[in-house]
């Protein structure tokens, strides 16, 4: 059987699944380019780099300025920008650009790419999509060379200013600067900047349409309720949280001056692990329960149909709002004046279950062969499944086994969440129904 006739018997979500291998594996070879590196990297190296790229999230084994040229962080920038929107967004929209019509089959490819329910009205969002982030990371781009510019001239600080305007939206985390924005935490232009980008393309493509076209909160779907309201609870929990736990650690937020100083970096770092991957704090020098709290954002993520990772906001909200139902006898689950079925719950507990099952996969078989640091192992394994980037220091050190597993958890985290989307959303007739049965739980 030819390569052609195998891609074609392929269903959606593993079409999927091998365009984003070929395009990693395009990636890779790009930052093999002598002209992409500084010196020498390895192709271990640049497929972890390129997948980290893709997948948007931000971990990473060489240091980005000092091991790439403009043109590797320019390969970069491709990189983030078509594996954050989707790649199937920029296929459609040069296709369509060209005039050439867009078949069922690419339609439903494009589905699964942007984790929709339907193949109608796909080429609205695509456009949509491509002049939202567009034109807001180029807002963010214009303000944020106001500091760099000063600071590093015309051209190095427009590109510091783009570079990082892309990745922030696309929730990649990947910087410039070696040591992430760190040298920028008590900056509010900076900081508030990156956290409105990655905030904003966190809530999902859908909710942004929604809220552009409609405009009246009584209008907006369920979807975007839960977002728009789950968000800012979850922001100012995180908020506290990390200031409250980090407010005295001279490593971390005890070493900036000023309480609004402090403030904002915590503002920052309880923002980012939602799946940004940008620190203005060292990362390494957080205490225990502090990674702890960081590690179950890094699994919540943010919304569908966005560039985060993670579970989703969305099934935390109906796992806890199912929680609750069970305590308090109910058998349906209400918010907003809406009703949500069965159907969701099983939907929540298969996200759940696999999951777990990736992420306690990933932390085994990285545990094996690093004994003593499981807290910093299972946040890396957390990082990477939620596409997040932020570390602790243990990826770096990582090589053979290790390094390949953090980049297959990479991998899942950005398609698997889009493949069982496909399969959960085909429904199937069942043939034969039988008798009730009963099982003990708990």
């Known amino acids: ?139 963010a781009a214009v303000l944020l060379s106001f500091v760099f510019v000063p600071e590093f001239g015309w051209a190095q600080g427009l590109w510091h200013a783009v570079f990082h305007a892309v990745s922030a939206f696309n929730n990649a985390g990947f910087s410039t600067f070696s040591n992430s924005l760190m040298d920028y935490a008590a900056n509010p232009l900076v900081t508030f900047t990156v956290c409105a980008l990655f905030i904003t393309s966190g809530l999902g493509f859908i ?105 989703k906001l969305t099934t935390f909200v109906v796992l806890v709002m199912a929680t609750l139902a069970f305590f308090k006898r109910k058998r349906e689950l209400n918010a907003f004046g809406r009703a949500l079925g069965p159907d969701e719950i099983q939907k929540v507990m298969a996200l759940m279950t696999i999951s777990t099952l990736i992420i306690f996969s990933g932390v085994f078989i990285l545990v094996i062969g690093n004994d003593g640091t499981f807290l910093t192992l299972l946040f890396e394994v957390m990082s990477a499944f939620g596409t997040v980037g932020l570390s602790m220091g243990a990826t770096e050190t990582l090589e053979g086994w290790g390094r390949g597993t953090i980049i297959v958890i990479m991998f899942l985290g950005r398609v698997g969440p889009l493949v069982l989307g496909f399969f959960l959303a085909t429904q199937r007739i069942a043939l034969v129904r039988y008798p009730k049965g009963h099982v003990y739980l708990g």
Do not use: C
């Open 207 to 311: 909710v942004l349409a929604e809220v552009r076209s409609v405009r009246r909160w009584r209008k907006l779907s369920l979807h975007s309720k839960l977002m728009l309201a789950g968000t800012p609870v979850l922001i100012v929990l995180a908020f506290l949280g990390f200031a409250a736990l980090e407010w005295s650690n001279p490593e971390t937020l005890g070493a900036i001056d000023g309480t609004f100083g402090k403030l904002q970096a915590a503002f920052f770092q309880g923002t980012t692990p939602r799946t940004a991957g940008f620190n203005t704090v060292d990362t390494t020098a957080i205490r225990d329960s502090t990674a702890l709290m960081i590690i179950g954002l890094m699994f919540i993520g943010g919304g569908s149909t966005s560039t985060a990772g993670g579970i």
């Open 1 to 139: 059987m030819k390569f052609g006739d195998w891609l074609k018997r392929l269903p959606p979500p593993g079409m999927l699944a091998v365009i984003y291998l070929a395009f990693i594996a395009l990636g890779s070879v790009a930052l093999k380019l002598p002209i992409a590196q500084v010196g020498h990297i390895t192709w271990s190296d640049a497929i972890f780099t390129s997948t980290s790229a893709v997948t948007v999230t931000g971990l990473i084994v060489v240091d980005t300025p000092e091991a790439f040229t403009v043109f590797g962080e320019a390969v970069l920038i491709v990189l983030m920008q078509m594996g954050g929107l989707g790649l199937m967004t920029f296929a459609a929209l040069l296709l369509s650009s060209l005039g050439i019509p867009i078949g069922i089959p690419q339609r439903i490819v494009l589905q699964t790419d942007l984790n929709q329910t339907s193949i109608t009205n796909l080429i609205s969002l695509v456009r949509i999509i491509l002049r939202l982030a567009l034109a807001l990371e180029a807002i």
